[in-house]
């Protein structure tokens, strides 16, 4: 009742204010028609005051119905509900009637009305009206409190004032807007308000809603379908919300549509055809969503388009021809997709396109001439494609491009000059193509050019000057080109001081690096590796104060690394691997706080490394490989908690690995192989969890593998070989499952192979290297689980009976090295069978029968690989099979026998002599490792006697003369079967003079016959008698290298393409370095003096890897009478050793024997290699008498001098440097002066910087 008592006072305050007003108007002699006031409160005061009682009784009701749960019986509500329903309207009838009777006595107000005054009657009415109209809340605002319950996140409460609480309306919401006049919701505008949860599909029944955005919110879900009856719409944005789903197709009915953008969503399925009855879409943005299939054609219906973006999707199909067509479109945004086809033609409509991009996708063809119409484009992207042909000149046309990127495709020609007209452009990105010439001069003109990328092309020429004067330029990146010549920088630059990267790596620049690189003050970058750049680092360079990175790399750079480096305090990144820098690390690098990687590879540094270093707080990457540095293990590395990867093989660390090792605990590689490190690894070792690589390979370590080594559970990469370990190998180990690489090669380790260990490491997939070791036992079952295995070495071992079935499993080896244990049997089929098998060797084992004739042994398996099974017959061994019946079953007597005996052998030797056994067995293995190169196992001699040698030759026949020297002859021999062997024979004497009398010189002969090395001719036998001494080797068919040369110099060859000269340099220098470096090792100091190397002595096997033969002979026959002064002595010595290849002090016969001396040898080869030319040309080949060297020499130019067949590979930068890069090896092994020259391992890495070593393909032999 309360309610009602406050209503009637409402109405008598209404009623004597009408009175009063009544009476003012009159007073005024304003005409007001009082008949207007009572219709007015018989037609909007009553009702809506009866109206507002009956919603506010109403609204009583239902909050005492909540509040009081005795009296919410449905009776009683309905009972109540009735009863205002009645009395709200007799509670307005009683006031009616006393009202009109008072209006109405005023009928001489009403005559006083005046017509003119009409229309101040409306405009009062509907003041009144909407004064007094009811408070009741819209339909609209309803809705939006729909849409609100949708929003489950609110971080900053955007949506607090949406309340019905305090207003009906929804007219003052945040974000919203709505119509004056009606009231109407018109705009939700919400961007970047955090807002997360579902769009309401009640939003569709606000009809007015002209604009929707709600872009970068956290939305989900779906596109509500309703959205499509909003009819009034014309702006959509959810762009950047996590929206997912198919595009609604009802959204193609919005006729009003102008601007659609969904893009940054997870939207899924095709791009809608309904959307084309969308005719007045000007904006249509769908990137970044996971849409499908094809551009609509439908599309090319919304002639008012101006912006189409669909890039970042999984579109495909072709490019629609109706972009063309499309006279307002100013931007094209297709990248991301897998869109193929040509670029389509662009018809004169599309002159107002501003933007093309179309990057990414798989677009083939040429770029079509008709994009010179797009004359008003700006940006042109089409990088990343399948283009074509060469850039066209009509470019030229679009004179307002700002950026132009058409990297990543197979455009060809040339960099036309006229893009040097395009005066606005800013971004010029052309790399990885193969684009050729040379860099225009004009693109220096480009006044308002930041960047210009040339990268990975075949751009030849130097650097144009202009380009140093280009006042904006920021980044300049020309690596990975053929570019030449000398870094030439004016010495007043005063144009590019702008220039914050420079990176020019990987071309052929040369001279010494100018000094004007200090004028660049702006740079953080400058990559100059992989040139080859001579000289020493300019100390100018500690100018550059805000050099972040540094590389100079893989260059010819010699001195000391200067200490004004340590001035640069910003630098994070300092590269100086693979030049023949010497001295010291300079202290002051301690003071480059930012550092976080070092590398230093590959150079002759020495001394201590600095223990400043524990300052660097932010060092990752330590890199000091290949060196000579002379420490224990740098404890100072400990105070660097940040270091993730340390490499500090190959130099001459000593001492053990401290257990404070597991202070890095950050560690993922540790590299610290060929040192001198000694004792057992500790413990602390293996607590490094993140531990990936651990590579411990030819030290002096021993002891056994601690069991702990089961914590490194991301180990992949586990190199032990080469040390003194000793014991089993711990169970553990098969909790390193993420293993790709085990090699545990050449120590004492001893134990069956685990069957558990082998079971589980299923990730090998590198290499298992368990050679040389005590192993025995059985090959496990479980063997069969290394599917992925492509290498296996277990030779040297004694591990006994035959391959388990499951081998056949191990489908992906494609190397096989079981040489030197016990096996028996026939040789398996599951071996025989391995698809991939590339090398196999079995020798040294009790194989028996016959030699099969499929798979990998149809061809590519030498002698060397089978000897030393005398059960087995066949032509690969040169021993016929005489029938089946004869040879022995490996599950008959002769198998049991060797089984038996051998227990009863080992229970013997238990009990007699366990320790004699072992002694004598490491005495044979310690030989072993004495002799063996790290390439190869060592192979016993062939067993043939002088009388097989007769026979296999034709009692030495002229006819099968494959060679001859100046004190042998190389005969072809063909053994039982038809294996082709080789064999020198030894002349006794010479002049007079006895060549082998000497009793030194057998065992000189037998120990050089017993090295093995890849690129070295195994000796299979040697025999040795009073009238006939020679050796054996495999027979070459390709011949030797001369013959090769000789075939290039008068044009028979044309197919020795430089990829195969570069091998074939490389592996004769590896020969070397092993003759020179690690026989030395084997020999207390004296290396093996090859004293003979010419072309002639170098051998190419199938695969044109070269094979070193007569290492070592030249010393051993070398007569002693030389010294004495005797003549025919002295005529034997000069013929040792061709003049050609010999250094100028051995013609010394006396100072014949030096590594030096090789080393010059070797450079002449090279420079036969590369010129294509004969070591002694004279005047018919060079102009006058003068050797290779001399032409060489004398050359203005060192292209001038390479074979012309090479040319086309010459304009390869990587084969051009290559090219560039071995000739100038050649001539420093070339130099007059022994002590000038680098020793061969010196000239072994300098060949090796070039990257990307390119495997042999198959040749017709010579």
């Known amino acids: 009742m309360e309610n009602v008592i406050h209503r009637t006072q409402r109405i008598i305050f209404i009623f004597i204010t009408t009175l009063c007003l009544i009476a003012l108007l009159q007073l005024n002699g304003n005409a007001v028609s009082t008949s207007a006031w009572v219709d007015c409160l018989e037609q909007e005061v009553f009702p809506s005051v009866e109206a507002e009682a009956s919603d506010a009784r109403w609204h009583n009701l239902v909050a005492a119905n909540d509040d009081d749960d005795d009296k919410s019986s449905a009776d009683a509500f309905q009972e109540r509900k009735d009863s205002i329903e009645d009395e709200v309207p007799a509670l307005g009838r009683s006031f009616r009637g006393p009202m009109r009777q008072l209006l109405s006595e005023s009928s001489k107000t009403r005559k006083l009305l005046s017509q003119d005054n009409a229309h101040r009657h409306d405009g009062n009415s509907r003041m009144l009206k909407s004064k007094l109209t009811s408070m009741a809340p819209s339909e609209d605002a309803l809705t939006l409190l729909e849409f609100k319950k949708g929003v489950v996140a609110d971080p900053e409460s955007v949506l607090e004032n949406w309340d019905l609480e305090t207003t009906n309306e929804c007219r003052g919401w945040f974000g919203v807007s709505c119509d004056p006049d009606s009231g109407r919701v018109t705009q939700i505008i919400l961007p970047n308000s955090r807002l997360g949860g579902s769009i309401s599909p009640n939003l569709g029944d606000l009809g007015s809603l002209v604009e929707l955005v709600l872009s970068n919110n956290s939305f989900s879900g779906e596109i509500p379908a309703a959205l499509g009856v909003a009819a009034a719409l014309e702006t959509i944005r959810l762009d950047g919300n996590s929206l997912t789903g198919v595009i609604p197709d009802s959204l193609g009915h919005l006729t009003h549509l102008v601007t659609l953008d969904l893009h940054n969503n997870a939207l899924a399925g095709s791009i809608p055809g309904s959307l084309g009855g969308c005719s007045n879409l000007t904006t249509l943005s769908l990137g970044g969503n996971q849409l499908t299939g094809p551009i609509p054609q439908s599309l090319g219906n919304c002639g008012a388009l101006q912006v189409l973006s ?161 006042p904006s330029l920021q980044l300049l990146y020309l690596q990975s080109n053929n570019l030449s010549g000398p870094l030439t920088i004016p010495a007043a630059v005063s144009g590019v001081t702008k220039l914050v990267e420079l990176v020019l790596s990987d071309n052929s620049l040369s001279g010494p690096l100018p000094d004007q690189l200090s004028t660049l003050v702006n740079l953080k970058v400058l990559g100059l590796g992989g040139n080859l750049f001579s000289g020493s680092i300019p100390p100018s360079l500690g100018n550059l104060k805000k050099l972040q990175v540094l590389d100079l790399s893989q260059n010819l750079l010699s001195g000391t690394i200067p200490s004004e480096l340590g001035s ?156 003194n370990f000793t014991g089993p190998i711990p169970d553990s180990l098969a909790s390193c499952t993420m293993l790709s690489e085990l090699n545990l090669a050449q120590n004492g380790f001893i134990g069956e192979l685990n069957e558990t260990i082998i ?287 000789q075939a290039i110099q008068s044009g028979k060859e044309s197919k020795l393409r430089w990829d195969i000269r570069r091998e074939i340099a490389l592996g004769t220098a590896e020969g070397l370095v092993y003759l020179h470096n690690d026989c030395a090792d084997k020999r207390k100091g004296e290396p093996v003096i090859h004293g003979d190397l010419k072309p002639s002595n170098i051998f190419l096997d199938d695969n044109l890897q070269p094979k070193l033969a007569d290492f070592g002979l030249a010393k051993v026959i070398m007569p002693e009478e030389v010294n004495s002064g005797n003549e025919q002595a002295l005529e034997i010595a000069l013929t040792i050793g061709s003049r050609d290849y010999l250094a100028p002090e051995c013609i010394n016969p006396s100072s014949r024997f030096s590594t030096k001396g090789d080393v010059y040898s070797f450079g002449v080869i090279l420079l036969e290699l590369v010129t294509g030319k004969p070591s002694s040309g004279g005047r018919d080949m060079f102009g006058e008498e003068k050797s290779l060297v001399d032409w060489v020499r004398d050359a203005s130019m060192l292209e001038y001098v390479i074979d012309p067949m090479l040319n086309g590979e010459f304009l390869e930068a990587a084969k051009k440097n290559q090219i560039l890069l071995t000739l100038q090896t050649a001539m420093l092994c070339t130099q007059d002066s022994p002590q000038k020259r680098p020793e061969i391992k010196e000239v072994l890495e300098i060949l090796n910087r070039t990257k990307d070593r390119i495997s042999v393909d198959e040749v017709p032999p010579v």
């Open 310 to 470: 669909v890039d970042d999707n999984q579109l495909t199909g072709e490019i629609p021809a109706f972009v063309s067509n499309l006279e307002g479109l100013t931007l094209l945004q297709v990248s991301g997709n897998h869109l193929w086809g040509p670029i389509p033609d662009f018809t004169p409509s599309c002159a107002k396109l501003v933007t093309l991009a179309a990057s990414g996708n798989e677009l083939t063809g040429t770029i079509p001439a008709s994009i010179g119409n797009c004359t008003n484009l700006q940006t042109l992207l089409l990088d990343g494609n399948n283009v074509t042909g060469s850039i066209p000149p009509e470019i030229e046309g679009l004179k307002s491009l700002t950026r132009l990127s058409l990297r990543g495709n197979h455009l060809s020609g040339g960099i036309p000059d006229s893009l040097g007209e395009l005066t606005p452009l800013v971004d010029l990105e052309l790399d990885d193509n193969q684009l050729f010439g040379l860099i225009p001069e004009s693109l220096g003109k480009l006044g308002l050019l930041e960047t210009l990328s040339l990268t990975n092309n075949q751009l030849t020429g130097g650097i144009p000057s202009t380009l140093w004067t280009s």
């Open 568 to 723: 640069l305090t910003q630098l994070r990144s300092l590269h100086l691997s693979d030049n023949s820098l010497i001295g010291e690390i300079p202290e002051t690098l301690s003071n480059c706080a930012q550092l976080v990687e070092i590398q230093l590879n590959n150079n002759l540094l020495r001394g201590y490394i600095p223990a400043g270093f524990a300052s660097l707080r932010e060092l990752q990457t330590v890199s000091f490989r290949n060196n000579q540095f002379r420490a224990t293990f740098p404890d100072f590395l400990y105070g660097m908690g940040n270091v993730s990867r340390i490499d500090l093989s190959g130099n001459h660390l000593t001492g053990s690995i401290p257990s404070s090792i597991g202070n890095f605990t950050n560690l993922v590689s540790l590299n610290l192989a060929n040192n001198q490190l000694t004792g057992r690894l500790p413990p602390q070792l293996f607590s490094l969890v993140s531990l990936e690589e651990l590579i411990l390979t030819n030290n002096v370590l021993d002891g056994e593998i601690p069991l702990e080594i089961g914590n490194l559970r991301n180990l992949s990469v586990l190199l032990l070989n080469e040390n």
């Open 759 to 1045: 079971s589980k490491l299923t990730g090998l997939t590198v290499g298992l290297n368990l050679a040389m070791n005590h192993f025995s036992g059985l090959l496990p079952e479980d063997i069969g689980n290394l599917v992925l295995l492509q290498s296996m070495n277990l030779s040297f071992n004694s591990i006994i009976f035959r391959f388990p079935d499951s081998f056949s499993n191990c489908t992906a080896l494609r190397s096989l090295d079981v040489a030197h244990n016990h096996f028996c049997g026939e040789i398996p089929m599951t071996i025989v069978l391995l698809p991939h098998l590339e090398f196999i060797n079995i020798s040294y084992n009790n194989f028996e029968g016959a030699v099969p004739e499929v798979g990998i042994f149809r061809s590519n398996v030498s002698a060397a690989s089978l000897v030393g099974n005398p059960r087995l017959c066949g032509p690969q061994i040169g021993r016929e099979c005489i029938s089946p019946k004869d040879a022995a079953k490996c599950n008959g007597f002769n198998c049991r026998w060797f089984i038996i005996s051998a227990g009863v052998i080992g229970v013997v030797l238990v009990f007699v002599g366990v320790t004699i056994w072992y002694c004598l067995f490491t005495k044979v293995i310690e030989f072993h490792r004495k002799t063996l190169g790290p390439e190869m196992p060592h192979v016993q001699q062939l067993k043939v006697t002088v009388h097989d040698l007769t026979k296999a030759t034709d009692a030495f026949s002229p006819h099968n003369i494959i060679g001859v020297g100046t004190r042998s002859t190389v005969f072809k021999g063909t053994l039982p079967g038809g294996a082709l062997i080789a064999v020198k024979k030894l002349e006794k004497e010479k002049s007079g003079v006895s060549l082998w009398d000497k009793k030194d010189q057998y065992r000189e002969i037998d120990f050089l016959g017993k090295l093995r090395h890849k690129n070295l001719m195994t000796t299979l036998s040697v025999c040795w008698n009073l009238d006939t001494k020679a050796l054996v080797f495999d027979f070459m068919p390709r011949g030797s290298l001369l013959r090769c040369l």
